[in-house]
């Protein structure tokens, strides 16, 4: 059957190849024109054409040339058609000679293919081999595997058994593992209670070692940072104390430089119209001695003139005694006259003597009192070079005493900053008449000034803030202690200062007291006074400072502007305004608030006023009493030295919080459990927000109270916060009491951050 395929497979190309052979001559004589075969006939009158090949291109042309016929021009035409026939045989010459040469190239191309077939039947023979070899293989593979079926099936229906005994034990194992699993549910929620109760009480323990450790770090810090500002007052107060003494010294001795200066300024004075009077004296003298000098030569010539006018007469009289012996009584007259000239001669001589001993005296005395002038001048300017001195010496004292004080104000503010937490001062108010107190202070020991203790149910509970005020501290003592804190606003910071503590512990009298008596002044005003005297003083340096006052009350969580200019506004804000926002630089607006620009503390005094009595009518609005909201005093400070195009940026706000007593205590009803409900919320919101912070935690909720979202970039930025904890000192209100301290004590160890100043160069701001 192969060699069958074999044959027919040489036969196709054989015919293909004749094919393929005759389309290309084709193809070749499409391209290139050929002469026909019938030339030589239809040329036969023609001579003979030189010899051209002749072509074939495929068996059309060869059936052409055999159907060819020789005809002559006529029947006797032999030789045309001999010439004719000598053509044809040609051309049949040609065409055998080209059916050689292809019978030549097929036999060559059939040879090529046998021999390509005989590669492909040797390839085929292989691939059969092969083929037969995986068929073997795949019968061998097919017998093993139906063999290993048997066996899995035998082995299935094995475990089929096993799986049905499975199944049932499976059925006994389920009910007992129900069972198993509620009693071990049980005992689960038995271990999950215990658990959270163990990390309940780890937690607490955490809490307490970290509040412990906290603590012990804050008190070591606290020892540490007290020590250095003991030393630091210390140092500081001694150098102030050393330049003071110097500068009053230097004082002293300017004074009396300066006095001796002005006596001898006067001294100077007197010399020099005592010198003025002796130069005019002088030249009266002068005067006088020119004129006795005129007078001198005068009498001079006049007695000149009468020797000469004697000697003419004696002369005369010798003459006349000799020539005419004239009487001895005109003689003795002409004698008498001549003596009487010669006495007012020596008169005058001797008048002349004096007038030349006085001359000499006034102008030794001249003399003297140039001298004497000449020793003042020197000595008044070497007076006036060592009060020059001195002076320059008290101007460096200043200068140090300034220097001193900055730095005391830049260490008092590094220590503040380096803490960063929101510090607390306790103040205890005096008791009332009737009253019988809870609290004392330690006396001894490093609480001194820094603790208080109460006594509850025969316990005692003891707690130390940064600084205790006890009943006797005045309002100056208080704000003694806060004045640098308030000077940091000037110097571009955000301050916070707030009062907590129960009702009628003292909060309002710290914060605002009674301005109209000097010493009863609380800390709004005293603060308002430090900053404008402060700030017309630092005018010396270039500052220009622009403040601008606001106020507000928070009552049921709903704010109330207290410098509206007329009463329905007040009223308004019940109403949707009054919304807080709060910009990048941490600074506080609150929409439609008053705010106005003061110039001076009369200013202040007149708006606090305003602000007091808009409270007031409030009250009787509202039938509330001051202790229900709470007020915010904000007094915000822009200024800019004109020297150095410095600007800073400060806030202070001043904040009277509600009482903090609680609900069971007040027994209260209807809208004062309202009332105490709003303030409870805020200020528990108050106590939630700096739990956060201090605990670190990533959101803190600033926005569950208008007090606290106001106050967010006081609690939570980079502002210098201090809170006061009111306390009522009688026993009645010691629980209230702790519960503040309590409270206290924990915002005292809560860290809000470093305070950041708020300082840029102007012309970076305007560019
Ligand atoms: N340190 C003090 N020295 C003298 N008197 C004081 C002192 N502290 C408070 N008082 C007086 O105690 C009374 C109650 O004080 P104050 O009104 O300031 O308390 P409060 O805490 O503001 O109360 P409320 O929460 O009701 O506003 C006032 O008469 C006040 O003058």
């Not at 999950?192 to 603590?215: A, G, S, Y």
């Not at 629980?735 to 809560?750: D, G, P, Q």
Request: aromatic residues 4%; contains cysteine.
């Amino acid at each position: 059957m192969a060699t069958r395929d074999r044959a027919a497979r040489a036969a196709m190309p054989r015919l293909k190849e004749n094919d393929t052979q005759s389309k290309r001559q084709r193809t070749a004589a499409g391209t290139a024109p050929r002469p026909p075969l019938s030339t030589a006939s239809q040329n036969a009158a023609a001579p003979p054409p030189t010899e051209a090949p002749i072509e074939f291109a495929g068996r059309e042309d060869v059936d052409a040339l055999l159907n060819e016929k020789i005809k002559g021009k006529n029947k006797m035409d032999y030789k045309g058609r001999s010439e004719q026939m000598i053509e044809y045989i040609k051309k049949l010459r040609a065409c055998i000679k080209w059916l050689l040469e292809r019978e030549d190239a097929n036999l060559a191309e059939i040879g090529k293919l046998n021999g390509l077939i005989d590669a492909a039947d040797k390839h085929h023979a292989e691939i059969v081999a092969q083929l037969e070899c995986k068929i073997q293989e795949s019968v061998s593979m097919k017998e093993e595997l139906q063999k290993q079926y048997a066996t899995l099936g035998e082995s299935l229906k094995k475990v089929e058994a096993e799986q049905m005994e499975c199944l049932r034990s499976y059925g006994d194992e389920k009910e007992a593992r129900i069972a198993a699993e509620s009693s071990r549910n049980e005992l689960s929620e038995e271990l999950n209670r215990v658990k959270l109760e163990q990390k309940r009480l780890n937690d607490q323990i955490k809490m307490l070692q970290d509040t412990n450790k906290r603590l012990q770090e804050y008190n070591t810090s606290l020892q540490q940072y007290n020590c250095n500002l003991q030393a630091d007052a210390t140092k500081n107060a001694e150098t102030i104390e050393k330049l003071q003494k110097e500068k009053n010294t230097m004082v002293e001795t300017m004074n009396g430089l300066k006095d001796h200066s002005n006596s001898l300024k006067l001294q100077l004075d007197m010399t020099k119209s005592s010198q003025n009077e002796a130069l005019k004296q002088k030249n009266n003298l002068l005067n006088e001695v020119e004129a006795l000098r005129g007078e001198l030569q005068q009498v001079r010539d006049d007695r000149d003139h009468k020797s000469a006018e004697i000697n003419s007469l004696l002369s005369d009289l010798g003459a006349f005694k000799e020539l005419t012996g004239k009487s001895s009584t005109e003689l003795e007259n002409v004698m008498i006259r001549c003596d009487l000239l010669e006495e007012t001669c020596s008169n005058q001589n001797e008048q002349i003597k004096t007038l030349q001993i006085q001359l000499a005296s006034a102008n030794e005395k001249l003399k003297r009192s140039n001298l004497t002038t000449m020793e003042t001048m020197s000595e008044y300017e070497n007076q006036k070079r060592m009060l020059e001195d001195l002076q320059l010496r008290l101007t460096e004292a200043e200068q140090k005493i300034v220097d001193g004080e900055k730095l005391r104000k830049k260490l008092h503010n590094t220590i503040l900053e380096l803490k960063g937490n929101i510090r607390v001062f306790c103040r205890v108010r005096p008791l009332l008449s009737n009253e019988s107190g809870a609290v004392s202070y330690p006396n001894n020991g490093e609480n001194i000034g820094r603790g208080v203790e109460l006594m509850h149910n025969t316990q005692a509970y003891s707690f130390a803030f940064d600084k205790v005020f006890d009943h006797s501290a005045s309002q100056e003592d208080v704000f003694t202690e806060i004045s640098q804190l308030v000077q940091s606003a000037l110097d571009g910071y955000k301050v916070c200062i707030f009062a907590y503590g129960q009702t009628g512990s003292g909060k309002t009298h710290t914060m605002m007291g009674n301005p109209e008596f000097n010493d009863q002044k609380g800390l709004i005003p005293r603060s308002l006074e430090q900053i404008f005297e402060t700030s017309q003083s630092l005018m010396s340096q270039g500052w220009k400072y622009k403040m601008q006052a606001s106020m507000l009350e928070i009552y049921n969580e709903t704010i109330r502007d207290l410098l509206a200019a007329s009463r329905t506004s007040i009223q308004d804000g019940a109403a949707s305004k009054y919304n807080i926002k709060h910009d990048s630089n941490g600074n506080t607006q609150v929409s439609d608030l008053t705010i106005v620009d003061v110039r001076s503390i009369n200013e202040v005094s007149s708006l606090l006023k305003r602000a007091a009595q808009s409270r007031s009518v409030g009250k009787t609005q509202m039938n509330e009493e001051s202790s229900r909201s709470h007020c915010v005093f904000t007094l915000r400070i822009f200024g800019v030295n004109e020297g150095t195009d410095q600007q800073v940026q400060g806030v202070l706000n001043l904040i009277d919080l509600a009482g903090s007593e609680r609900l069971n205590k007040s027994g209260v009803t209807g809208d004062r459990l309202k009332e105490t409900q709003a303030i409870n919320k805020s200020l528990s919101s108050l106590s939630d927000v700096i739990f956060s912070i201090a605990k670190k935690e990533e959101h803190i909720p600033f926005r569950n109270s208008k007090l606290t979202y106001l106050l967010q970039p006081c609690l939570g930025g980079d502002s210098k916060t201090l809170m006061f904890v009111n306390l009522s000192p009688e026993v009645s209100s010691t629980s209230e009491s702790i519960c503040s301290l309590r409270f206290a004590a924990r915002v005292n160890s809560c860290e809000i951050g470093v305070p950041r100043r708020q300082t840029q160069m102007r012309s970076l701001s305007q560019g």
